[in-house]
Protein backbone atom coordinates (compact mmCIF):
# COMPACT_ATOMS: atom_id res chain seq x y z
CA UNK A 1 0.00 0.00 0.00
CA UNK A 2 1.44 3.67 -1.42
CA UNK A 3 2.28 5.58 1.66
CA UNK A 4 0.72 9.29 2.26
CA UNK A 5 1.62 11.86 -0.82
CA UNK A 6 1.05 15.46 -1.79
CA UNK A 7 -1.34 16.22 -4.10
CA UNK A 8 -1.26 19.87 -5.59
CA UNK A 9 -4.76 21.13 -6.79
CA UNK A 10 -5.08 21.69 -10.62
CA UNK A 11 -8.02 22.57 -11.65
CA UNK A 12 -11.34 22.38 -9.51
CA UNK A 13 -15.23 22.99 -10.64
CA UNK A 14 -18.68 22.78 -9.77
CA UNK A 15 -20.18 19.78 -12.41
CA UNK A 16 -24.08 20.46 -10.35
CA UNK A 17 -24.90 22.19 -7.41
CA UNK A 18 -23.73 19.91 -4.96
CA UNK A 19 -20.97 18.49 -6.15
CA UNK A 20 -16.74 20.08 -6.47
CA UNK A 21 -14.81 18.29 -8.58
CA UNK A 22 -11.10 18.17 -8.39
CA UNK A 23 -8.41 17.31 -10.52
CA UNK A 24 -4.60 17.15 -8.78
CA UNK A 25 -1.08 16.42 -9.22
CA UNK A 26 0.47 14.19 -7.60
CA UNK A 27 4.51 13.24 -8.41
CA UNK A 28 5.39 9.37 -9.40
CA UNK A 29 1.50 8.39 -9.04
CA UNK A 30 1.32 4.89 -9.32
CA UNK A 31 -1.35 3.23 -12.05
CA UNK A 32 -4.65 2.09 -10.45
CA UNK A 33 -7.27 -0.08 -12.18
CA UNK A 34 -10.81 1.90 -12.85
CA UNK A 35 -13.06 1.30 -9.76
CA UNK A 36 -10.14 2.39 -6.95
CA UNK A 37 -9.94 5.25 -4.32
CA UNK A 38 -7.82 7.20 -2.86
CA UNK A 39 -8.01 8.49 0.89
CA UNK A 40 -7.90 12.22 0.98
CA UNK A 41 -6.30 13.68 4.45
CA UNK A 42 -7.06 17.62 5.58
CA UNK A 43 -4.52 18.63 8.60
CA UNK A 44 -5.43 21.69 10.80
CA UNK A 45 -2.29 23.87 12.31
CA UNK A 46 -3.31 21.97 15.87
CA UNK A 47 -2.45 18.74 14.19
CA UNK A 48 -6.07 17.33 14.01
CA UNK A 49 -6.46 15.26 10.67
CA UNK A 50 -9.62 14.32 8.77
CA UNK A 51 -9.62 11.55 6.20
CA UNK A 52 -12.39 10.68 3.94
CA UNK A 53 -12.15 8.26 0.77
CA UNK A 54 -13.09 9.18 -3.14
CA UNK A 55 -13.31 7.09 -5.83
CA UNK A 56 -11.34 7.99 -8.55
CA UNK A 57 -13.17 9.66 -11.92
CA UNK A 58 -9.95 9.21 -14.21
CA UNK A 59 -8.35 7.20 -16.25
CA UNK A 60 -4.82 5.60 -14.70
CA UNK A 61 -3.22 7.37 -17.98
CA UNK A 62 -4.75 11.06 -17.04
CA UNK A 63 -2.14 12.65 -15.87
CA UNK A 64 -4.15 14.12 -13.34
CA UNK A 65 -6.35 12.50 -10.82
CA UNK A 66 -9.60 13.24 -10.87
CA UNK A 67 -12.05 12.90 -7.79
CA UNK A 68 -16.10 14.20 -7.30
CA UNK A 69 -16.84 15.21 -3.60
CA UNK A 70 -20.48 15.62 -3.11
CA UNK A 71 -21.00 18.01 -0.40
CA UNK A 72 -22.90 16.15 2.45
CA UNK A 73 -24.51 18.45 5.05
CA UNK A 74 -22.23 20.03 7.78
CA UNK A 75 -19.72 17.85 5.94
CA UNK A 76 -16.66 18.63 7.46
CA UNK A 77 -14.05 17.71 4.31
CA UNK A 78 -15.97 18.04 1.58
CA UNK A 79 -17.76 21.77 2.63
CA UNK A 80 -14.10 22.70 3.46
CA UNK A 81 -12.98 21.12 -0.62
CA UNK A 82 -16.58 22.84 -1.83
CA UNK A 83 -15.66 26.35 -0.43
CA UNK A 84 -12.53 26.79 0.43
CA UNK A 85 -9.64 25.27 -1.32
CA UNK A 86 -8.33 26.68 -4.11
CA UNK A 87 -6.30 26.01 -7.09
CA UNK A 88 -3.24 25.73 -6.01
CA UNK A 89 -3.55 24.08 -2.53
CA UNK A 90 -1.83 21.01 -1.24
CA UNK A 91 -3.47 17.67 0.15
CA UNK A 92 -2.60 14.73 1.37
CA UNK A 93 -3.46 11.58 -0.47
CA UNK A 94 -3.15 8.02 -0.06
CA UNK A 95 -3.65 5.43 -2.61
CA UNK A 96 -4.91 3.92 -4.70
CA UNK A 97 -7.02 1.58 -2.56
CA UNK A 98 -9.58 -1.63 -3.27
CA UNK A 99 -9.09 -4.41 -5.41
CA UNK A 100 -12.60 -5.67 -5.91
CA UNK A 101 -14.84 -3.37 -7.23
CA UNK A 102 -12.44 -2.69 -10.32
CA UNK A 103 -12.91 -3.76 -13.47
CA UNK A 104 -10.42 -6.01 -15.19
CA UNK A 105 -11.35 -4.86 -18.52
CA UNK A 106 -11.68 -8.12 -19.44
CA UNK A 107 -14.75 -9.01 -18.57
CA UNK A 108 -18.05 -8.41 -19.91
CA UNK A 109 -19.71 -5.81 -17.19
CA UNK A 110 -22.91 -3.76 -16.70
CA UNK A 111 -22.29 -0.89 -14.21
CA UNK A 112 -25.99 0.16 -12.77
CA UNK A 113 -25.18 3.93 -10.54
CA UNK A 114 -26.83 6.34 -8.93
CA UNK A 115 -26.26 9.92 -7.79
CA UNK A 116 -22.59 10.08 -6.95
CA UNK A 117 -21.77 6.57 -7.68
CA UNK A 118 -20.71 6.89 -11.40
CA UNK A 119 -18.07 8.37 -10.48
CA UNK A 120 -16.41 4.82 -10.68
CA UNK A 121 -18.24 4.00 -13.85
CA UNK A 122 -16.85 7.14 -15.15
CA UNK A 123 -13.81 6.22 -14.60
CA UNK A 124 -14.14 2.78 -16.25
CA UNK A 125 -15.71 4.49 -19.45
CA UNK A 126 -12.48 6.60 -19.91
CA UNK A 127 -10.79 3.48 -19.65
CA UNK A 128 -12.75 1.50 -21.93
CA UNK A 129 -12.14 4.31 -24.41
CA UNK A 130 -8.66 4.29 -24.05
CA UNK A 131 -8.45 0.38 -24.59
CA UNK A 132 -11.15 0.41 -27.59
CA UNK A 133 -13.07 -1.71 -25.63
CA UNK A 134 -16.35 0.00 -25.47
CA UNK A 135 -18.21 -3.11 -26.26
CA UNK A 136 -17.44 -4.62 -22.75
CA UNK A 137 -18.25 -2.11 -20.42
CA UNK A 138 -21.80 -1.04 -20.52
CA UNK A 139 -23.66 1.86 -18.04
CA UNK A 140 -27.08 2.49 -16.99
CA UNK A 141 -26.79 5.35 -14.79
CA UNK A 142 -29.44 6.90 -12.34
CA UNK A 143 -30.58 10.56 -11.14
CA UNK A 144 -32.91 12.92 -10.04
CA UNK A 145 -32.70 15.27 -13.05
CA UNK A 146 -30.10 16.32 -15.46
CA UNK A 147 -28.63 18.47 -13.89
CA UNK A 148 -28.52 17.16 -10.77
CA UNK A 149 -26.11 14.25 -12.26
CA UNK A 150 -22.55 14.81 -12.43
CA UNK A 151 -21.23 13.85 -15.85
CA UNK A 152 -24.20 13.11 -17.51
CA UNK A 153 -22.81 14.62 -20.80
CA UNK A 154 -19.99 12.58 -20.54
CA UNK A 155 -22.08 9.21 -19.60
CA UNK A 156 -24.25 10.31 -22.91
CA UNK A 157 -21.66 10.77 -25.02
CA UNK A 158 -20.76 7.44 -24.07
CA UNK A 159 -23.63 5.98 -24.97
CA UNK A 160 -25.28 5.13 -21.75
CA UNK A 161 -28.59 4.61 -20.79
CA UNK A 162 -29.66 6.87 -17.92
CA UNK A 163 -32.72 7.40 -15.91
CA UNK A 164 -34.37 10.78 -14.43
CA UNK A 165 -36.32 10.05 -11.37
CA UNK A 166 -37.95 13.26 -10.91
CA UNK A 167 -37.48 14.71 -14.64
CA UNK A 168 -39.55 13.77 -18.30
CA UNK A 169 -36.82 13.55 -21.11
CA UNK A 170 -37.18 12.88 -24.31
CA UNK A 171 -40.06 10.46 -24.53
CA UNK A 172 -38.71 8.31 -21.29
CA UNK A 173 -41.36 9.59 -18.31
CA UNK A 174 -39.48 10.24 -14.71
CA UNK A 175 -39.09 6.97 -12.83
CA UNK A 176 -36.57 4.74 -11.52
CA UNK A 177 -35.35 2.19 -14.06
CA UNK A 178 -37.13 -0.84 -15.01
CA UNK A 179 -36.59 -4.80 -15.42
CA UNK A 180 -37.66 -3.77 -19.36
CA UNK A 181 -35.07 -0.93 -19.62
CA UNK A 182 -32.19 -3.13 -18.09
CA UNK A 183 -33.34 -6.46 -19.94
CA UNK A 184 -31.47 -5.57 -23.14
CA UNK A 185 -28.47 -4.05 -21.05
CA UNK A 186 -27.90 -7.27 -18.80
CA UNK A 187 -27.33 -9.65 -22.30
CA UNK A 188 -24.27 -11.52 -22.16
CA UNK A 189 -23.07 -9.89 -19.06
CA UNK A 190 -20.78 -11.70 -16.85
CA UNK A 191 -20.66 -8.80 -13.81
CA UNK A 192 -22.69 -6.50 -11.95
CA UNK A 193 -21.54 -3.38 -11.04
CA UNK A 194 -23.85 -0.84 -8.11
CA UNK A 195 -22.37 1.85 -6.92
CA UNK A 196 -24.77 4.58 -4.89
CA UNK A 197 -26.28 5.49 -1.75
CA UNK A 198 -27.61 2.58 0.32
CA UNK A 199 -31.19 3.01 -0.81
CA UNK A 200 -29.72 3.18 -4.40
CA UNK A 201 -27.80 0.01 -3.67
CA UNK A 202 -30.60 -2.18 -2.17
CA UNK A 203 -32.85 -1.27 -5.14
CA UNK A 204 -30.50 -1.85 -7.69
CA UNK A 205 -29.23 -5.17 -6.31
CA UNK A 206 -33.08 -6.23 -6.77
CA UNK A 207 -33.49 -5.33 -9.96
CA UNK A 208 -30.39 -6.49 -11.42
CA UNK A 209 -31.19 -9.82 -9.92
CA UNK A 210 -34.72 -9.82 -10.89
CA UNK A 211 -33.16 -9.20 -14.41
CA UNK A 212 -31.17 -12.78 -14.64
CA UNK A 213 -27.99 -11.95 -12.77
CA UNK A 214 -26.78 -14.28 -10.25
CA UNK A 215 -25.98 -12.46 -6.69
CA UNK A 216 -22.39 -13.92 -6.49
CA UNK A 217 -21.86 -11.76 -9.74
CA UNK A 218 -22.82 -8.80 -8.21
CA UNK A 219 -20.15 -6.14 -6.78
CA UNK A 220 -21.59 -3.15 -4.90
CA UNK A 221 -19.99 -0.43 -3.71
CA UNK A 222 -22.55 1.66 -1.00
CA UNK A 223 -22.26 4.57 0.62
CA UNK A 224 -23.63 7.52 2.88
CA UNK A 225 -26.13 6.62 6.26
CA UNK A 226 -29.40 4.83 5.75
CA UNK A 227 -31.74 6.96 6.75
CA UNK A 228 -33.34 4.99 9.10
CA UNK B 1 2.99 16.53 6.49
CA UNK B 2 1.69 19.85 5.11
CA UNK B 3 -1.16 21.69 7.01
CA UNK B 4 -4.07 22.34 4.62
CA UNK B 5 -4.24 25.52 4.09
CA UNK B 6 -7.88 27.04 5.83
CA UNK B 7 -8.61 24.17 7.29
CA UNK B 8 -10.15 24.04 11.10
CA UNK B 9 -11.17 21.29 13.50
CA UNK B 10 -15.13 21.90 12.98
CA UNK B 11 -16.21 19.01 14.67
CA UNK B 12 -16.25 19.26 18.81
CA UNK B 13 -13.14 17.97 19.98
CA UNK B 14 -13.82 14.35 21.49
CA UNK B 15 -14.01 13.50 24.76
CA UNK B 16 -10.10 12.43 25.57
CA UNK B 17 -9.11 8.85 24.28
CA UNK B 18 -12.75 7.90 22.96
CA UNK B 19 -11.70 8.00 18.95
CA UNK B 20 -9.01 5.86 17.63
CA UNK B 21 -7.18 7.80 15.31
CA UNK B 22 -8.28 9.59 12.14
CA UNK B 23 -11.97 8.41 13.31
CA UNK B 24 -14.61 11.05 13.73
CA UNK B 25 -18.34 10.76 15.49
CA UNK B 26 -21.02 9.80 12.68
CA UNK B 27 -23.26 10.35 15.51
CA UNK B 28 -26.84 8.82 15.38
CA UNK B 29 -26.33 7.39 11.84
CA UNK B 30 -25.17 4.15 10.60
CA UNK B 31 -23.12 4.47 7.21
CA UNK B 32 -23.96 0.58 5.40
CA UNK B 33 -20.81 -0.80 3.56
CA UNK B 34 -20.94 -3.82 1.57
CA UNK B 35 -19.36 -5.23 -1.30
CA UNK B 36 -21.75 -7.88 -2.32
CA UNK B 37 -25.54 -8.10 -2.82
CA UNK B 38 -27.25 -8.12 0.42
CA UNK B 39 -28.85 -11.91 1.01
CA UNK B 40 -32.96 -12.45 1.56
CA UNK B 41 -32.49 -15.86 3.35
CA UNK B 42 -35.25 -15.94 6.10
CA UNK B 43 -34.62 -16.31 10.03
CA UNK B 44 -36.12 -19.95 10.42
CA UNK B 45 -33.79 -21.57 7.38
CA UNK B 46 -30.74 -19.48 9.16
CA UNK B 47 -27.93 -21.76 10.61
CA UNK B 48 -24.72 -21.00 11.86
CA UNK B 49 -22.21 -23.31 12.06
CA UNK B 50 -18.09 -23.88 13.99
CA UNK B 51 -16.22 -26.57 12.12
CA UNK B 52 -12.55 -26.61 11.54
CA UNK B 53 -10.29 -27.58 14.39
CA UNK B 54 -12.43 -28.28 16.52
CA UNK B 55 -13.44 -31.51 18.80
CA UNK B 56 -16.95 -31.06 18.22
CA UNK B 57 -18.12 -29.59 14.89
CA UNK B 58 -21.69 -28.12 15.71
CA UNK B 59 -24.26 -26.15 13.51
CA UNK B 60 -27.13 -24.03 15.56
CA UNK B 61 -30.66 -23.23 14.41
CA UNK B 62 -31.66 -19.82 14.89
CA UNK B 63 -34.02 -21.38 17.05
CA UNK B 64 -31.49 -22.90 19.13
CA UNK B 65 -28.67 -19.53 18.87
CA UNK B 66 -31.87 -17.48 21.06
CA UNK B 67 -32.01 -20.48 23.70
CA UNK B 68 -28.55 -19.79 24.89
CA UNK B 69 -27.81 -17.26 27.37
CA UNK B 70 -27.83 -13.91 26.04
CA UNK B 71 -24.79 -11.04 25.85
CA UNK B 72 -25.02 -7.63 25.45
CA UNK B 73 -22.06 -5.31 24.26
CA UNK B 74 -22.34 -2.09 25.20
CA UNK B 75 -19.89 0.49 23.63
CA UNK B 76 -18.24 1.97 20.27
CA UNK B 77 -17.76 0.47 16.82
CA UNK B 78 -14.88 1.81 14.48
CA UNK B 79 -15.04 1.64 10.28
CA UNK B 80 -11.93 1.70 8.32
CA UNK B 81 -13.86 4.66 6.19
CA UNK B 82 -12.96 6.78 9.02
CA UNK B 83 -16.63 6.79 10.94
CA UNK B 84 -17.11 5.54 14.45
CA UNK B 85 -20.12 5.03 16.62
CA UNK B 86 -20.38 5.76 19.91
CA UNK B 87 -22.67 4.03 22.47
CA UNK B 88 -24.38 1.18 20.49
CA UNK B 89 -26.23 -1.59 22.13
CA UNK B 90 -25.19 -4.82 20.27
CA UNK B 91 -27.27 -8.45 21.81
CA UNK B 92 -26.87 -12.06 20.87
CA UNK B 93 -24.49 -14.72 22.02
CA UNK B 94 -20.87 -14.45 23.31
CA UNK B 95 -18.43 -16.57 20.88
CA UNK B 96 -17.03 -17.75 24.12
CA UNK B 97 -20.31 -19.78 24.68
CA UNK B 98 -20.24 -21.34 21.45
CA UNK B 99 -16.50 -22.23 21.16
CA UNK B 100 -17.28 -23.96 24.74
CA UNK B 101 -19.75 -26.39 22.53
CA UNK B 102 -17.34 -26.87 19.90
CA UNK B 103 -14.36 -27.40 21.62
CA UNK B 104 -11.15 -25.83 19.87
CA UNK B 105 -8.41 -27.70 19.35
CA UNK B 106 -4.72 -26.71 21.17
CA UNK B 107 -3.40 -26.21 17.80
CA UNK B 108 -6.36 -23.57 16.74
CA UNK B 109 -4.59 -20.52 16.30
CA UNK B 110 -7.01 -18.49 13.66
CA UNK B 111 -10.42 -18.00 12.54
CA UNK B 112 -11.78 -17.41 9.54
CA UNK B 113 -15.70 -15.85 9.45
CA UNK B 114 -18.06 -16.77 6.53
CA UNK B 115 -20.70 -15.36 5.55
CA UNK B 116 -23.48 -16.80 2.96
CA UNK B 117 -22.52 -14.14 0.23
CA UNK B 118 -19.07 -16.24 0.35
CA UNK B 119 -17.68 -12.49 2.26
CA UNK B 120 -14.68 -13.80 4.39
CA UNK B 121 -12.13 -12.70 7.35
CA UNK B 122 -9.72 -13.45 9.52
CA UNK B 123 -9.20 -13.40 12.96
CA UNK B 124 -6.49 -14.80 15.32
CA UNK B 125 -8.57 -16.89 17.46
CA UNK B 126 -7.40 -14.55 20.76
CA UNK B 127 -9.63 -11.42 19.11
CA UNK B 128 -12.60 -13.53 19.72
CA UNK B 129 -12.36 -14.95 22.81
CA UNK B 130 -12.14 -13.44 25.70
CA UNK B 131 -15.64 -11.71 26.02
CA UNK B 132 -14.30 -9.50 23.14
CA UNK B 133 -16.60 -10.80 20.54
CA UNK B 134 -20.19 -11.86 19.93
CA UNK B 135 -22.94 -13.55 17.03
CA UNK B 136 -25.51 -10.83 17.48
CA UNK B 137 -28.93 -10.39 16.12
CA UNK B 138 -30.09 -7.68 18.35
CA UNK B 139 -29.27 -3.69 17.64
CA UNK B 140 -30.57 -1.12 20.03
CA UNK B 141 -33.46 -3.86 21.21
CA UNK B 142 -34.85 -4.29 17.43
CA UNK B 143 -34.10 -7.08 15.14
CA UNK B 144 -30.50 -6.46 13.51
CA UNK B 145 -31.40 -4.73 9.99
CA UNK B 146 -30.59 -6.54 6.68
CA UNK B 147 -28.41 -4.17 5.38
CA UNK B 148 -26.35 -4.22 9.17
CA UNK B 149 -26.03 -7.69 8.11
CA UNK B 150 -29.27 -8.84 9.87
CA UNK B 151 -30.17 -11.54 10.62
CA UNK B 152 -26.71 -12.33 12.18
CA UNK B 153 -23.46 -10.97 12.15
CA UNK B 154 -20.28 -11.26 14.04
CA UNK B 155 -19.12 -8.46 16.36
CA UNK B 156 -15.80 -7.67 17.02
CA UNK B 157 -15.85 -4.30 18.20
CA UNK B 158 -11.94 -3.77 19.13
CA UNK B 159 -11.34 -4.14 15.37
CA UNK B 160 -12.21 -2.02 12.10
CA UNK B 161 -16.13 -3.50 11.32
CA UNK B 162 -14.82 -5.31 8.51
CA UNK B 163 -13.70 -8.15 10.81
CA UNK B 164 -17.82 -8.55 12.24
CA UNK B 165 -18.90 -10.26 9.06
CA UNK B 166 -22.15 -9.77 8.11
CA UNK B 167 -24.71 -12.17 7.24
CA UNK B 168 -22.47 -15.08 9.23
CA UNK B 169 -22.68 -18.38 8.68
CA UNK B 170 -19.91 -20.12 9.97
CA UNK B 171 -16.39 -19.88 11.95
CA UNK B 172 -13.77 -21.80 11.21
CA UNK B 173 -10.79 -22.47 13.12
CA UNK B 174 -7.61 -23.07 11.80
CA UNK B 175 -4.01 -23.18 12.71
CA UNK B 176 -2.30 -21.29 10.20
CA UNK B 177 -3.66 -17.49 8.99
CA UNK B 178 -4.91 -17.12 5.95
CA UNK B 179 -6.41 -13.68 4.24
CA UNK B 180 -10.28 -13.63 3.81
CA UNK B 181 -11.65 -11.56 1.39
CA UNK B 182 -10.69 -7.57 2.39
CA UNK B 183 -7.67 -9.18 3.52
CA UNK B 184 -6.90 -9.99 -0.55
CA UNK B 185 -7.89 -7.03 -1.29
CA UNK B 186 -5.32 -4.06 -0.06
CA UNK B 187 -6.53 -4.27 3.90
CA UNK B 188 -4.42 -4.74 6.98
CA UNK B 189 -4.76 -8.45 8.16
CA UNK B 190 -5.69 -7.72 11.63
CA UNK B 191 -7.33 -4.26 11.47
CA UNK B 192 -6.64 -2.46 15.38
CA UNK B 193 -8.42 0.75 15.16
CA UNK B 194 -6.07 1.93 17.82
CA UNK B 195 -3.30 1.56 15.93
CA UNK B 196 -4.77 2.44 12.78
CA UNK B 197 -4.26 -0.75 10.94
CA UNK B 198 -6.61 0.26 7.80
CA UNK B 199 -4.04 -1.08 4.79
CA UNK B 200 -1.71 -3.52 3.64
CA UNK B 201 1.84 -1.92 4.99
CA UNK B 202 0.37 0.00 7.83
CA UNK B 203 2.24 -0.86 10.94
Redesign the interface.
Known amino acids: MAAWSDGRIIEKDQPTTNTVRLRLHVDDRPHHLPGQHYILRLRAPDGYTAQRSYSLASDSDDPLLELLIERQPDGEVSEFLADVAEVGDVLELRGPIGRWFVWDTKSRVLCLVGGTGVVPAVAMARTARRLGRTDLLRIAAMGRTPDELAYAPELERYGATLAFTRAEVGDRPAGPFTTAELAPLLEGVDLGYVCGSARFASYAEELLVAGGLDPAAIRVERFGPTGD | ?11 PEPERGRLPP ?1 Q ?1 D ?1 GS ?11 HQPEESWTFSIDGLVGSPHTWTWQELHALPGSTYFGDIHCV ?2 WSKLDTTFSGVSVDDLLAVAEPDSSAAYVMAHSV ?2 YTTNLPLADVTGGRAWVVWSFDGKPL ?1 R ?2 GGPLRLLVPHLYFWKSAKWLSRLELMTEDRPG ?2 E ?3 YHDRGDPWREQR ?4 D
Do not use: I, K
Not at chain 2, 1 to 11: D, I
Not at chain 2, 30 to 38: G, I, R, Y
Open positions: MPVTRGFHRRRGYTSWPVLSAEATPTTTGPQHFWQNGYQGD
